[in-house]
């Protein structure tokens, strides 16, 4: 028997799960790109975007939220400590350096992979019609945020090692 089945949540607690991580999501890429700002603004760029994606999110569970009368779920600020990655006392701000790089974005591919096994996991243990589609749609989405990010962290590694060693050629 599958363990997760008999796993059933309220309405108000998936929302307010649901909720809160995807709020962290958001703060999470804010930070990534700007993060990346000063030493590739593609992935800056590209951090923002998924950023926005996270506001999007956000939106749909309002609109959820709200048709369901549990507006109070989503209006609330989210519980919890900031994921460890926020702990910046050990490290620069902005990647200064590949390998800062290359660090930063595994570290953005885990949490994407973490972030769509969580988004899986809320669906199959969901129990309520009206949420069913919008944590689909959110498993589907993270999903290719995953993969997006992976293929970014070694389209960079590529790129920084190719532009560095044309910079050394140069000189």
Known sequence: MNKLIALNFL???Q???AYAHETHELNRYRWLALSF???DQSVSRLMSAIGTECVHRLC???DVA?????SACVNQRPSGEPPPFFNNNKQHFFVVNEHMGQQVLQWAVKAA???FTFFGWLLETNATPELHQPLLNFANQKNKEYQLLNDCRE?????VLKSS?????EL
């Open 37 to 39: 700002l000063p030493i």
């Open 11 to 13: 309405p108000q607690e």
């Open 113 to 115: 992979r973490e972030t």
């Open 60 to 62: 749909s569970l309002e």
């Open 165 to 169: 060693k044309q910079s050394k050629n």
């Open 155 to 159: 389209q960079w590694k590529t790129g």
């Open 66 to 70: 709200r048709r369901m009368e549990l």
């Open 15 to 17: 929302l307010d799960l």
